[in-house]
């Protein structure tokens, strides 16, 4: 009998809930056996684990904070000795939203290191196995705040300006290695981070008229893992009703 090739892994930090979930379906859909990464909301994480085993790929559950560099060490660097996944989603965020006057340090750093040190600690090891095996996609979240700026997300803007750059950089770095590294910049996404946010003023800002859905973003991405977007890297691709043009 003939072995099956072995599948592709897909490894989606902030896995548990809204776009990072829409991202794991989305990839067991596209046939990827997922790892899925969470901070600490096992019950959600789980609920996301049977939903991509129900569509038949295989999910492991990896839960750490991106931040903690030790934590990863532990868990993905012994995952990654045997098993090198071939699409990397950096996709867990946080906001701490306030006026630059009133911003404490804490949610300054915080928002930083979620963002710039957890793709960082995730991404260096992952990206050390991509380049032995010379292939691989990395996807990094960013969000239209990081292009255009969002006042009252001084943090949160930088951020995720940060890590266009750090796409870009990695991009020219690495494309050589047959790794392609781009970034998705969603616009406004309903999920928790976006629910208490005043809609009714919104919503007239948006050409489109509504905020997208975690699917939208999770179809871009499972776009740029595909075999269609070998040609693309470097790359800040927007899915945002046309907030930012
Ligand atoms: P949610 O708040 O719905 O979910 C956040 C996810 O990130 C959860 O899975 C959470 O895990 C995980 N997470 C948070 N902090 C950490 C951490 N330190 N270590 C590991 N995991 C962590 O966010 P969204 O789905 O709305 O956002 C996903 C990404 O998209 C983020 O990067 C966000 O900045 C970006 N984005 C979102 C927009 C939107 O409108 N929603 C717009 C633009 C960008 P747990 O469940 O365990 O807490």
Redesign the pocket.
Known sequence: MQSRAPRKIALI?????????AIACGLARDGFDIWL?????HD??AGVAHAVETIGSACRLV?????DPEKIEALLGTLLETQTPYALVN?????RDALMVWMTQSEWKTVLS??LD?FFHVTKPVLNAMLRKREGRIIN?????GESGMPGQVN?SAA?AGLIGATKALAKEVGKRNVLVNAV??????????EKLPADKILPTIPLGR??T?QE?AAVVSFLCSEKAAYITGQVIGVNGGIYL
Not at 63 to 67: A, G, H, K, L
């Open positions: 930090t902030g896995g548990s809930r809204g776009i990072g979930a990464n969470y901070r600490d909301n959600a994480a839960p750490f904070d991106v931040t996709n867990a965020g946080f906001s979620v963002t957890g979240i960013v969000s239209t705040s949160y995720k910049a969603p616009g406004f996404i309903q999920t928790e981070m976006t905020f997208g975690p973003v």
